[in-house]
């Protein structure tokens, strides 16, 4: 009689990227993870939920209407897309390139980033110096949470922040299956790309001792050095900031330290 096959075990990974993104949105990086043979563990702290409603639309419009419009993220962008169209007069700011891609993808051709992806690179950009924000209206299409710190600054500078917060971070429990396999990982190495200081508190505190232990020994290469401070804070012993923020630059960052 012939020996019935036996199905293949799969090899497990020799590494795994844990995924801080919020939930439905770690396809990119997984992909970016899947070319290198490593395995993706997803730990999403919360998910994204666009507002549709009057005063969400009333906000944006008014924040479109400002000379200058700031937009802080990707989601950002989708969710004030789903409620207008984006494309004005003004000139239109990205925090990053991430952001800026999507703005273009949205229409507006005039969209503009820093060179250095973050807060602090934006508020370096001559659109939003004291000199050219004095005085006039800025729109600030965003989320509640963060750090404020664009908001807080362009006040100081002497503008009339006009915030749309077009989206909000419902937050979740963290998946169970997705704890168990961080702690069934052994002793592989782990590969943190962080670009949320929030998501990284939210989920050290969410796990149990043993999973944050765990996590803490990831290599983190994080989207800003203030971001991989707070991982040194926080007790990661290996981290540094790459040279930009996209999940595939992250990931080849991580994929070089020794």
Request: aromatic residues 2%.
């Amino acid at each position: 009689m012939p020996h019935a096959s036996v199905p293949a075990v799969p090899e497990r990974p020799a590494s795994y990227v844990i995924s801080l993104r919020p939930a439905g949105e770690h396809a990119t990086l997984e992909r970016a993870a899947a070319a290198h043979g490593l395995g993706l563990i997803a730990l999403s702290p919360w998910r994204i939920v666009h507002r549709d409603d009057p005063a969400a639309r009333t906000a944006l419009a008014a924040a479109l209407d400002a000379p200058v419009t700031i937009f802080t993220s990707p989601p950002a962008v989708a969710a004030a897309a789903a409620l207008m169209p984006l494309a004005g007069a003004g000139a239109r700011l990205a925090v990053g390139a991430g952001t800026c891609a999507a703005l273009r993808a949205a229409g507006v051709a005039n969209a503009a980033a820093p060179e250095r992806q973050d807060s602090e690179g934006l508020l370096a950009m001559p659109q939003v110096d004291a000199a050219a924000v004095r005085g006039r209206i800025v729109g600030l299409v965003t989320a509640p949470g963060g750090r404020g710190q664009i908001a807080a600054e362009l006040v100081a500078r002497g503008a009339r922040v006009v915030r749309a917060d077009v989206y909000v971070r419902d937050p979740l429990p963290l998946d169970t299956a997705a704890i168990a396999q961080l702690l069934d990982t052994g002793d592989a190495p782990l590969l943190l790309p962080l670009t949320s200081g929030e998501a990284l508190q939210r989920v050290l505190e969410a796990l149990p001792g043993p999973a944050a232990r765990r996590l803490r020994s990831a290599r983190v290469v994080a989207a800003s050095e203030r971001l991989a401070d707070l991982a040194r804070a926080s007790g990661f012993a290996h981290a540094r900031a790459a040279h930009s923020p996209q999940p595939e630059a992250l990931l080849a960052a991580a994929m070089a330290l020794p």
